[in-house]
């Protein structure tokens, strides 16, 4: 990936490789900058709105499902039109929807608030996949994704902190005026750098009709859907550990909400040591090896939340975390890009369908951790053992084709 060359399309030179990375991740982060900022923030914004806790949990689920089908539709209509204007266009709905979070003054506007910028968050996620098939192929497609991982790793990672200092000191609607500056800075940024990266003789002109018949192609195809689904639900153990990481961390263990956002930073370390580490021992092993391998390693992690104590101090419930999220940090670069490589002409068609199945199944995951009558550490075992299981079953299903 040599920085200045043209681009597949070869209508002008591209950015370096670093700079297209780096748009990418931002692209694909803010969906979860926005989510993971407000974590820390829970027990105040439940207090100030007048709900429980457990009623918070519908701004993720509401969140994740308007995420997950919004996607189904921004795919294939940029397969027609273009990355540009529907990426431009989503973070303008995102920031519309985050100045109506910051002024939501009950559970219903918040929730109202969060299913607009999931509208426009979907698009700006969905097609920064699209985008990095747009501009690479093979092993480095591979390779940047996984370092689009590390640094969207960040935005989960480092925004509880972020959240937890702003909550104790300012009050927790100053978390969604800091997501809705950073949407602005990444149009801005996207628009002058980086721009359209799916040329008009690359576009196809499908109808509706057409877009139904090539999501049924793809979800017979098992090139694609055995590694998509497996991925997805691996994405849906990370998911749900977001929503269950309040009760674990602050109402289990008893951390303040400014250690849990410290705790969420330090375990960005072992997602960056994963994704840099996957494109190199896929190289010598090959990628089916070297993911199959971590989906096994995060099934570890769910197991010992499963079979563990109910209420395990910081110590164990993070030794379960960390070997969840070394297996995932493998996994998930090497299975996506397996599941999009071959579908470059399809590439936001395919990422639409991915999306939406991370998303529905990360939908069903935090709404099973917030109705299942079991300790939250439990439930969320439960949750990432059996989908790891599922996952590994579905990718050996792949490997063996």
């Given at each position: 990936?040599?920085?200045?060359?043209?681009?597949?399309?070869?209508?002008?030179?591209?950015?370096s490789?670093?700079?297209?990375?780096?748009?990418?991740a931002g692209?694909?982060?803010?969906?979860?900058?926005?989510?993971?900022?407000?974590?820390?923030a829970?027990?105040?914004i439940?207090e100030?709105?007048a709900?429980s806790a457990?009623?918070?949990?519908?701004?993720?689920?509401?969140?994740?499902?308007?995420y997950a089908?919004?996607?189904?539709?921004?795919?294939p209509l940029?397969?027609r039109?273009?990355?540009?204007?529907?990426?431009?266009?989503?973070l303008m709905?995102?920031?519309?929807?985050?100045?109506?979070?910051?002024?939501?003054?009950?559970?219903e506007?918040l929730?109202?608030?969060?299913?607009?910028?999931?509208c426009?968050?979907?698009?700006?996620?969905?097609l920064?996949?699209?985008i990095?098939r747009?501009?690479?192929?093979?092993?480095?497609?591979?390779?940047?994704?996984?370092?689009?991982?590390?640094?969207t790793?960040?935005a989960p990672?480092?925004s509880?902190?972020?959240?937890?200092?702003?909550?104790?000191?300012?009050?927790?609607?100053?978390?969604?005026?800091?997501?809705?500056?950073?949407a602005?800075?990444i149009?801005?940024?996207?628009?002058?750098?980086?721009?359209?990266?799916?040329?008009?003789?690359?576009?196809?002109?499908?109808?509706?009709?057409?877009v139904?018949?090539?999501y049924?192609?793809?979800?017979?195809?098992?090139?694609f859907i055995?590694?998509?689904?497996?991925?997805?639900?691996?994405?849906?153990?990370?998911?749900?550990?977001?929503?269950?990481?309040?009760?674990?961390?602050?109402?289990?263990?008893?951390?303040?909400?400014?250690?849990?956002?410290?705790?969420?930073?330090?375990?960005?370390f072992?997602?960056?040591?994963a994704g840099?580490?996957?494109?190199?021992?896929?190289?010598?092993?090959?990628?089916?090896?070297?993911?199959?391998?971590?989906?096994?390693?995060?099934?570890?992690?769910?197991?010992?939340?499963?079979?563990?104590?109910?209420?395990?101090?910081?110590?164990?419930?993070?030794?379960?975390m960390?070997?969840f999220?070394?297996?995932?940090?493998l996994?998930?670069?090497l299975g996506?890009?397996l599941?999009?490589?071959?579908?470059?002409?399809?590439?936001?068609?395919?990422?639409?369908?991915?999306g939406?199945?991370?998303?529905?199944?990360?939908?069903i995951?935090?709404?099973?951790?917030?109705?299942?009558?079991?300790?939250?550490?439990?439930?969320?075992?439960?949750?990432?053992?059996?989908?790891?299981?599922?996952?590994?079953?579905?990718?050996?299903?792949?490997?063996?084709q």
């Amino acid at each position: 990936m040599q920085a200045e060359t043209p681009n597949k399309a070869g209508d002008r030179p591209r950015p370096s490789s670093g700079i297209i990375v780096a748009l990418v991740a931002g692209l694909a982060a803010i969906s979860m900058l926005s989510t993971n900022i407000m974590l820390p923030a829970f027990p105040q914004i439940a207090e100030d709105l007048a709900v429980s806790a457990r009623d918070l949990g519908l701004t993720l689920s509401s969140f994740y499902i308007t995420y997950a089908l919004g996607q189904l539709i921004v795919g294939p209509l940029s397969d027609r039109y273009g990355r540009k204007r529907l990426i431009v266009g989503g973070l303008m709905v995102f920031v519309a929807g985050t100045i109506i979070g910051g002024l939501a003054k009950s559970l219903e506007v918040l929730v109202l608030a969060r299913i607009i910028q999931a509208c426009g968050a979907c698009a700006a996620s969905v097609l920064s996949r699209a985008i990095a098939r747009d501009m690479f192929d093979g092993e480095a497609l591979a390779k940047a994704l996984s370092l689009t991982m590390i640094a969207t790793a960040a935005a989960p990672g480092f925004s509880p902190l972020v959240g937890g200092f702003l909550s104790i000191t300012v009050g927790w609607r100053t978390t969604f005026i800091l997501v809705g500056l950073a949407a602005v800075v990444i149009t801005v940024v996207y628009v002058r750098v980086l721009g359209e990266t799916h040329p008009i003789n690359r576009r196809a002109a499908t109808s509706a009709h057409q877009v139904i018949l090539a999501y049924g192609g793809l979800m017979k195809d098992r090139r694609f859907i055995l590694p998509a689904l497996s991925m997805s639900l691996l994405m849906s153990g990370l998911l749900a550990s977001f929503g269950a990481a309040p009760a674990i961390l602050m109402g289990g263990i008893g951390l303040t909400s400014l250690q849990a956002g410290c705790y969420f930073a330090s375990t960005v370390f072992v997602v960056f040591g994963a994704g840099i580490t996957a494109p190199r021992l896929a190289h010598c092993y090959g990628s089916p090896r070297i993911a199959t391998l971590g989906i096994a390693c995060a099934m570890l992690g769910g197991a010992m939340l499963l079979f563990g104590p109910a209420q395990p101090e910081l110590w164990w419930y993070t030794l379960s975390m960390v070997t969840f999220l070394w297996g995932m940090g493998l996994a998930n670069p090497l299975g996506t890009a397996l599941a999009m490589g071959p579908f470059g002409p399809r590439a936001g068609l395919a990422s639409a369908l991915l999306g939406f199945l991370t998303m529905g199944l990360a939908a069903i995951a935090t709404w099973l951790g917030s109705v299942l009558p079991f300790p939250p550490v439990t439930t969320l075992g439960g949750i990432q053992f059996v989908a790891c299981l599922c996952a590994i079953g579905l990718f050996t299903a792949r490997s063996n084709q």
